[in-house]
């Protein structure tokens, strides 16, 4: 067994030497900008801090994807009755808490009480029909259980957008303002929000409403963001430049609508704008539709599974800068740290065949049709 493992190691080390050799002389680059944040070519954003690892939009879930190696940390924001921006994906507080109704009826301070791991079990955030002692984070936040070492039940609170921003100064974060009657108010204070706790360009902002979006660009113009559903849904059709905003957001499948192909990536890339993909759920956010999208050359895999994540982006990330050596610009200069962070199909073209091989040794095949558009 171990021999035969050399043996394909082997196989797969050859493969690609010889896949680096010639793809960097065949396929040719495109002048596209380079996708915002890329400090490596493949960027990990760990949704709602990873939320099918770590309970769901938590500061501990946030502390563990980033030890873990995320760049970036996704978020949804709602206001609560006092107009403080909240991190919390439903318009309730029933599928993560022990409590029951809107957000927007309880203050911060008492949306900052509540048990935000009640009901986390892994790979599924909100599953309520678990035995009770499959809840092993229920109770830190209210004290009734010893929070994990290093960790304090603040960490299991549902956070305020400062929370995030204080605990974590200079990361950088992914937004999503959520829609619903609260919208248009959370983008304004938002916006505001941002304005004060800058650099904007800490910040990328989406919604899926369009006309919250523009709201928002209306007033915190120079913050990045991410088309809504809307405007993505007709470059479909135009393919062309999208003034303003800097990344696409989509998931893989839309029902039997393959949404991230090559030629979706090569578009993005030549229009300047970075993709990065999200996932439907447990089933969809698994290691061959990551090692898919990355051979596709898409920039950012928005991923619930950070920790489980890193190793194949890692990967993908060392293959992508070895076929950059390969290049006959020289070693370890500006020319080369410029070619990686521009999406060049050089490299590209290597670390899709590269990463489809070592997909196929562990058996990291075959794709998931996401249905609905909820991250």
């Known amino acids: 067994m171990l021999r035969e493992l050399k043996r394909l190691r082997d196989v797969a080390a050859a493969s690609l030497a010889l896949?680096?050799?010639?793809?960097?002389?065949?396929?040719?680059?495109?002048?596209?900008?380079?996708?915002?944040?890329?400090?490596r070519r493949f960027i990990s954003i760990a949704h709602a801090g990873g939320d099918l690892e770590s309970p769901h939009s938590t500061i501990y879930a946030m502390k563990k994807a980033l030890a873990a190696g995320a760049n970036v940390l996704e978020m949804d924001v709602r206001l609560s009755s006092d107009n403080v921006l909240?991190?919390?994906?439903?318009d309730t507080v029933d599928r993560t808490t022990g409590d029951t109704g809107p957000v927007s009826s309880f203050t911060a301070l008492q949306l900052q009480a509540m048990d935000n791991a009640y009901w986390f079990y892994p790979h599924c955030w909100s599953c309520h029909s678990q035995p009770i002692e499959d809840y092993a984070l229920r109770g830190v936040r209210t004290g009734a259980v010893s929070p994990p070492e290093g960790y304090t039940p603040d960490d299991f609170a549902v956070a305020t957008l400062l929370d995030v921003v204080n605990t974590f100064p200079g990361q950088r974060l992914n937004i999503e303002i959520k829609d619903g009657p609260?919208?248009?108010?959370?983008?304004?204070?938002?916006?505001?929000?941002?304005?004060?706790?800058?650099?904007s360009d800490r910040y990328v902002v989406a919604s899926f409403d369009d006309a919250i979006l523009d709201?928002?660009?209306?007033?915190?113009?120079?913050?990045?963001?991410?088309?809504?559903?809307?405007?993505?849904?007709?470059?479909?059709?135009?393919?062309?430049?999208?003034?303003g905003h800097r990344v696409l957001q989509v998931p893989p499948f839309f029902g039997e609508i393959e949404v991230v192909t090559q030629q979706f990536v090569d578009d993005a890339h030549a229009n300047g704008l970075g993709v990065w993909v999200w996932f439907n759920g447990d089933e969809d956010d698994v290691p061959a539709t990551w090692v898919r999208l990355m051979a596709l050359g898409v920039d950012g895999i928005l991923t619930g599974k950070p920790a489980e994540a890193e190793p194949y982006i890692a990967a993908a990330n060392a293959a992508a800068a070895l076929a950059v050596t390969t290049t006959t610009a020289p070693v370890n200069t500006p020319e080369v740290a410029a070619l990686a962070n521009t999406?060049?199909?050089?490299?590209?073209?290597?670390?899709?065949?590269?990463?489809?091989?070592?997909?196929?040794?562990?058996?990291?095949?075959?794709?998931?049709?996401?249905?609905?558009?909820?991250?």
Request: proline content about 7%.
């Open 19 to 39: 896949l680096i050799g010639i793809g960097a002389t065949l396929i040719p680059a495109h002048a596209a900008d380079a996708p915002i944040w890329n400090s």
């Open 86 to 90: 909240m991190i919390q994906h439903d």
């Open 182 to 199: 609260t919208g248009m108010a959370g983008a304004e204070a938002l916006a505001a929000f941002i304005n004060s706790h800058g650099p």
């Open 215 to 243: 709201h928002f660009k209306e007033l915190a113009p120079d913050v990045f963001t991410s088309p809504g559903l809307d405007l993505i849904t007709s470059w479909f059709g135009t393919r062309g430049a999208l003034p």
């Open 343 to 375: 999406g060049n199909d050089n490299f590209l073209w290597a670390v899709g065949v590269s990463t489809l091989i070592v997909g196929a040794m562990f058996g990291l095949a075959g794709r998931r049709r996401p249905t609905t558009l909820s991250r």
